[in-house]
């Protein structure tokens, strides 16, 4: 189909043949068109208060279609012929095709005639020129107009939203996407964009077009169902519908385009008065940061220290460095900042902004010149006064170091000199002393270089008349001082140690003697009282008759010990009475010892209380082990009855146990006549207990007379009365298996012979190999699979042991449980017939539902004949039943 565009004004009608071709090659589009175009012209003629109903009849008489024509453009045309004749329609027909020609529209083959006639592709085409000169011709987007701008518009508008891609007027239209997505661009709250779906066009396009009907006041031009149906929908239907949307938006835009404009002008305003905001702002910091910064660059105060003056520079490089630049940029864009102002408020015809009084550009450059002129000479007037301070400096230091070497190393020094530490220092401490003051004497001889040469350097500070020269004569004058007196102090205590050395030689050789014969008397002292002292612990006679002949022997000890004391106490007051003679200070000890006399005194008096105590001690404890000896005898006498007694009973308990003398209520009354005899027997238990509780009083801890203990004693008991109470408990219980099951004496005996043989530990149970061996012996032919069943029945709790109870019990049930099998092997036959198997369906059949499926959950693991799958024969049914025993 060929377009209908934009190039120029004339040229908006192709010519007829191509236009009558295309509506005679698709019937469905003239249905679209008449359609389309009758709704599009009742849009219009319902402000004029009319409509038509055919298009091709109610334009004949050219009425309506003046009236049509006087809506859309807002003129008033020619008076129409009110007549109703051929020639008057005529006339009203070709004055509404001039009102046409004159908008500058070249009308192709249409003439009143047809019209008139009610040529019905003359009348659309008559429509669609209308449709294009007055609806679309204005249409402009981006220097693109006509179909081309309405295209446009529709692919900017709808470019967001998935599924759509308008491409042209036709079939981009078809899945209704598109007339939803320009609702929900202009009046997203009209449709719920997110549930529309592409493979739903009619949904899509139905929802579209109501809406554009209800909210949009767009008339329903087009039926969703035409659209769909046609492989191609009629282009200018489409065109005509979408540029009432267009039009129905294009008023919005321009209220949004009024208000933004609105808003610009606002914006451009408040951006001008913050600009003003931000220049009177910055012009005032950066006056006031000159104000402060001039007074600092203009005082040319010398400061008295090397430091402070390094600080100065410091501190005018980091202003140069840091602090001045950012304040040259500020002032850079202080100036761009005025003139960009003032080119804004000229371009919005606004009056020049004028900045408040000192604040001007003019005003902000005197100021920085003012500043720049206080720059010139700070720096080499800062340099000069370093040199200057360089040289005092260095003298300063070098003063300062000496003096500090020399403090460090006189530091002490007097009060080690004053310090009387010889005074209460041994011989050898005497000694290394002198050898110490010795080193001392030439350390100091060694510094009198340096004190000169401070001297020499405190002359000169003060001929250079140094600030600080005062404290400097201070600490010289001090340190002159010091070293005369060190050297007065150095030759004192010299003399001090010398006559200290003398004395203390002479008493050295005292402390010697004293210290050799102390040492051993204080170690035999001090072993004798750890031998009174000795807590013995003893069990029997002979061992306390032998600590008493021990202690005699000591006590023969004791006069000579006694002498030697005497003799060593003579040595320590010859010491005393130097001491005392020629006033020595003994603050110390004898270093070759630490035993005082009154130590040696002390001890010596302790051994002399210790002895009688230990006497007594001895004592006692003899006659203590006469009455632990006692107390032995008469447990040991009962011990050694009581023990084999309790012990022939339990022998005498398993004998009958294992043997099959008479019946089982014979062995349960004998029992009972052994439990009454034990029980009559506990007096004596209690008897014994009371002895033995006795011997812990005394805390006896071993018995020869008797290899018995209370403890053994005690688990004898207990153990006697759990193994009478347990075999009458398994007499009684083999009796109701036996009354139960229905077996005889002679089973019974039977049963008992094969346990007690197979019993090979003779403890009433037997192990797991024993039970195999038995099962064995009494026909049982089974693997590993049903002797594990079996266990688990005779020994449920997993010990390992199989009891004469359980033995029986499971002798008992087997015996049942073969009957059963008999019994099976009739009912397999009569339910298999005459196949050797049976299925599942039959079991299901034949059986209760539970039993059935029971069943056959315990068939699962064996599996029947190949051919017939789920069907076991009869071995394998009784193996599912009953295990792999041989039934």
Not at 340 to 358: D, V
Not at 620 to 626: I, N, T, V
Not at 692 to 697: C, D, G, R, V, Y
Request: hydrophobic fraction near 35%; proline fraction near 3%; glycine fraction near 4%.
């Amino acid at each position: 189909m060929d377009h209908y565009d934009s190039q120029q004004t004339n040229d908006y009608m192709q010519p007829e043949e191509d236009w009558d071709r295309d509506l005679l090659l698709d019937p469905a589009w003239e249905k679209q068109q008449r359609k389309t175009f009758t709704a599009w012209c009742n849009s219009h003629l319902r402000k004029a208060g009319t409509q038509i109903e055919n298009i091709e009849e109610d334009f004949r008489d050219g009425l309506k279609l003046m009236l049509l024509l006087e809506v859309i453009s807002g003129e008033r045309l020619a008076k129409p012929e009110r007549g109703r004749m051929r020639v008057h329609k005529i006339s009203n027909v070709n004055k509404a095709l001039d009102f046409i020609a004159s908008k500058g529209v070249k009308l192709v083959s249409i003439g009143a005639e047809e019209i008139v006639d009610g040529n019905v592709k003359m009348t659309l085409g008559m429509i669609w020129t209308i449709i294009l000169r007055f609806a679309i011709q204005d249409i402009s987007v981006e220097e693109t107009s006509a179909k081309e701008g309405l295209l446009l518009w529709c692919q900017r508008k709808t470019a967001p939203y998935k599924n759509v891609n308008i491409q042209n007027f036709h079939i981009s239209w078809k899945d209704g996407l598109g007339f939803c997505a320009l609702i929900h661009r202009h009046r997203p709250e009209l449709i719920d964009y997110g549930k529309l779906r592409k493979d739903d066009p009619l949904t899509n396009l139905n929802t579209a077009f109501d809406v554009a009907e209800r909210f949009l006041d767009i008339p329903k031009m087009l039926d969703a169902e035409d659209i769909v149906g046609t492989a191609r929908p009629d282009e200018k239907a489409i065109m005509t519908y979408v540029s009432s949307f267009y039009h129905a938006f294009s008023g919005a835009q321009k209220a949004e385009t009024a208000a933004n404009r609105i808003c610009k002008v606002l914006a451009v305003n408040q951006e001008n008065e913050q600009l003003m905001e931000d220049y009177e702002k910055l012009a005032s910091d950066l006056l006031e940061w000159i104000r402060r910064t001039i007074p600092w660059l203009e005082n040319r105060v010398p400061e008295n220290t090397m430091q402070a003056m390094q600080q100065k520079l410091e501190d005018f490089r980091d202003y140069r460095r840091l602090h001045k630049p950012p304040k040259v940029q500020e002032k850079c864009q202080l100036e761009i900042n005025f003139n960009t102002l003032q080119t804004k408020l000229r371009l919005s015809n606004r009056p020049a902004f004028m900045p408040s009084e000192g604040r001007m550009v003019s005003d902000i450059n005197n100021a920085w010149g003012c500043l720049e002129q206080a720059e010139k000479g700070y720096e080499e007037w800062l340099l000069n006064e370093i040199r200057r301070l360089e040289r005092l400096d260095h003298l300063a230091e070098k003063f300062r170091q000496k003096a500090s070497i020399h403090e460090a190393w006189t530091d002490g020094k007097e009060a080690m000199l004053r310090q009387k530490d010889y005074e209460t220092a041994t011989l050898s401490e005497i000694k290394a002393l002198l050898k110490k003051h010795e080193a001392f004497e030439s350390d100091l001889a060694a510094h009198q270089d340096r004190v000169e040469q401070i001297a020499a350097i405190a002359q000169e500070l003060n001929e250079l008349d140094y600030y600080d020269s005062p404290s400097v004569n201070a600490r010289c004058q001090k340190i002159c001082d010091q070293w005369d007196n060190l050297g007065a102090l150095t030759q004192k205590r010299r003399e001090a140690l010398e006559r200290t050395e003398k004395l203390l030689e002479t008493i050295d050789q005292l402390y010697l003697e004293y210290a050799k014969r102390a040492a051993p008397f204080n170690n035999w002292m001090e072993g004798a009282m750890e031998d009174l002292q000795d807590t013995f612990i003893v069990h029997t006679i002979e061992e306390i008759q032998g600590l008493t002949t021990a202690h005699d022997q000591f006590k023969a000890t004791l006069p000579d010990a006694d002498k030697e004391r005497l003799a060593i106490l003579d040595i320590h007051n010859e010491v005393s009475k130097i001491v005392q003679t020629y006033h020595v200070n003994m603050a110390g000890t004898n270093p070759y010892t630490t035993i005082t006399p009154q130590e040696i005194n002390g001890k010596w008096d302790h051994v002399r209380q210790l002895v009688p105590r230990r006497d007594q001690a001895l004592s006692e404890e003899h006659a203590r082990q006469q009455h632990n000896e006692r107390l032995r005898k008469q447990f040991g006498a009962q011990a050694n009855v009581i023990g084999p007694w309790i012990q022939t009973k339990m022998e005498e308990i398993g004998r009958i146990s294992i043997e099959m003398h008479g019946t089982l209520e014979d062995q349960l009354s004998h029992l009972r006549q052994y439990e009454k005899s034990i029980v009559n027997y506990k007096p004596k238990i209690d008897q014994l207990e009371c002895d033995h509780q006795l011997i812990q009083e005394a805390l006896i801890f071993d018995n020869k007379h008797t290899n018995y203990t209370m403890e053994h004693i005690r688990v004898g008991w207990e153990q006697l009365l759990t193994t009478i109470a347990r075999t009458i408990n398994e007499v009684e219980n083999q009796i109701l298996t036996r009354d139960a099951k229905g077996i005889s004496q002679e089973q019974m005996n039977e049963f008992r012979a094969s346990f007690n043989h197979f019993d090979r530990k003779k403890t009433g149970m037997m192990d797991t190999d024993d039970f195999r061996a038995c099962l064995i012996s009494m026909g049982y032919n089974m693997g590993e699979a049903e002797f594990a069943r079996i266990m688990s029945i005779v020994d449920p709790n997993r010990l390992g042991v199989v009891t004469f109870q359980a033995f029986i019990d499971f002798m008992s049930r087997e015996t049942a449980d073969t009957d059963t099998a008999d019994q099976v092997m009739a009912s397999f036959k009569i339910l298999a017939g005459d196949k050797n198997y049976i299925t599942e369906d039959e079991l299901r059949r034949e059986l209760p539902p539970d039993q059935a499926e029971y069943c056959i959950a315990r068939m699962a693991p064996y599996a029947g004949p190949d051919s017939v799958p789920g069907a076991l024969d009869y071995m394998s049914f009784s193996t599912a039943l009953y295990g792999e025993s041989d039934l």
